[in-house]
């Protein structure tokens, strides 16, 4: 009940292309849903994030777009550029206070020039 | 204006041998958390600890590890009797509001450990 399946496990895309990154999770009492950046030898960044209350969000060229019925979740990258190639991995929590992550396995993003 | 911080940044150790990782959460954060992340999987919870509330120790794999907080700061996570299983990257977390939508977990660089 506390999983979250993430897809695809890695991911090329060509310059200027849309990275779509799919999560799904169990628990219906998840209630946060961020996702995260992580470069190599780096932490995790938090990138974009979003509550169940609201289908879409969108921040610069990142775009979370949320679908509480089917209980899925995902990232879309427009205009992929080659700084964008990173792991990227889902999250969720029981509510958007201090509270554990439960992440998804990752997604190794690829961009190519 | 520092991030979070871990030390030592990697730690090569035997089996059987005990080993502490440290912690420097950002100023005022009043949240601190620990994930494991093993070659190529994603991160997995092991301890938090809030405030002066008991730790949520939930995620912690075995009795080998333990975690403390002192003075509501720095945090230690100590391996006693390493195994070679317990080889990942240990990454520590610290947790202020982000208005509007909830509390971000600022990431440390992570410890990277391997046990021979």
């Known amino acids: 009940q506390q999983q979250v399946k993430q897809s695809p496990q890695s991911l090329i895309v060509q310059k200027g292309g849309i990275s779509i990154i799919n999560c799904a999770y169990e628990?219906?009492?998840?209630?946060?849903f961020p996702w995260y950046q992580q470069f190599p030898g780096k932490g995790p960044a938090l990138l974009i994030a979003i509550r169940p209350d609201v289908s879409e969000k969108k921040e610069g060229r990142f775009t979370i777009s949320f679908n509480k019925s089917a209980k899925q979740f995902s990232l879309h990258i427009m205009d992929s550029q080659p700084g964008d190639s990173a792991t990227y991995f889902c999250a969720a929590s029981l509510h958007p206070g201090a509270q554990k992550l439960v992440f998804g396995q990752g997604t190794r993003l690829t961009i190519n020039p | 204006g520092a991030g979070v911080s871990q030390s030592p940044s990697n730690k090569v150790t035997e089996k059987g041998k005990d080993v502490e990782l440290r912690c420097d959460p950002i100023s005022g954060h009043t949240a601190l958390y620990w994930y494991r992340q093993s070659l190529g999987q994603g991160l997995e919870f092991l301890i938090y600890f809030q405030g002066n509330s008991a730790p949520d120790k939930s995620g912690l794999p075995s009795d080998r590890f333990s975690a403390e907080r002192t003075g509501g700061s720095v945090s230690t996570l100590t391996i006693q009797r390493t195994q070679q299983e317990d080889s990942a990257v240990y990454l520590c977390a610290s947790s202020g509001q982000l208005a509007g939508v909830g509390y971000e977990q600022f990431f440390g660089p992570g410890t990277r450990l391997t046990v021979l």
């Open positions: 628990n219906t009492a998840f209630d946060y």
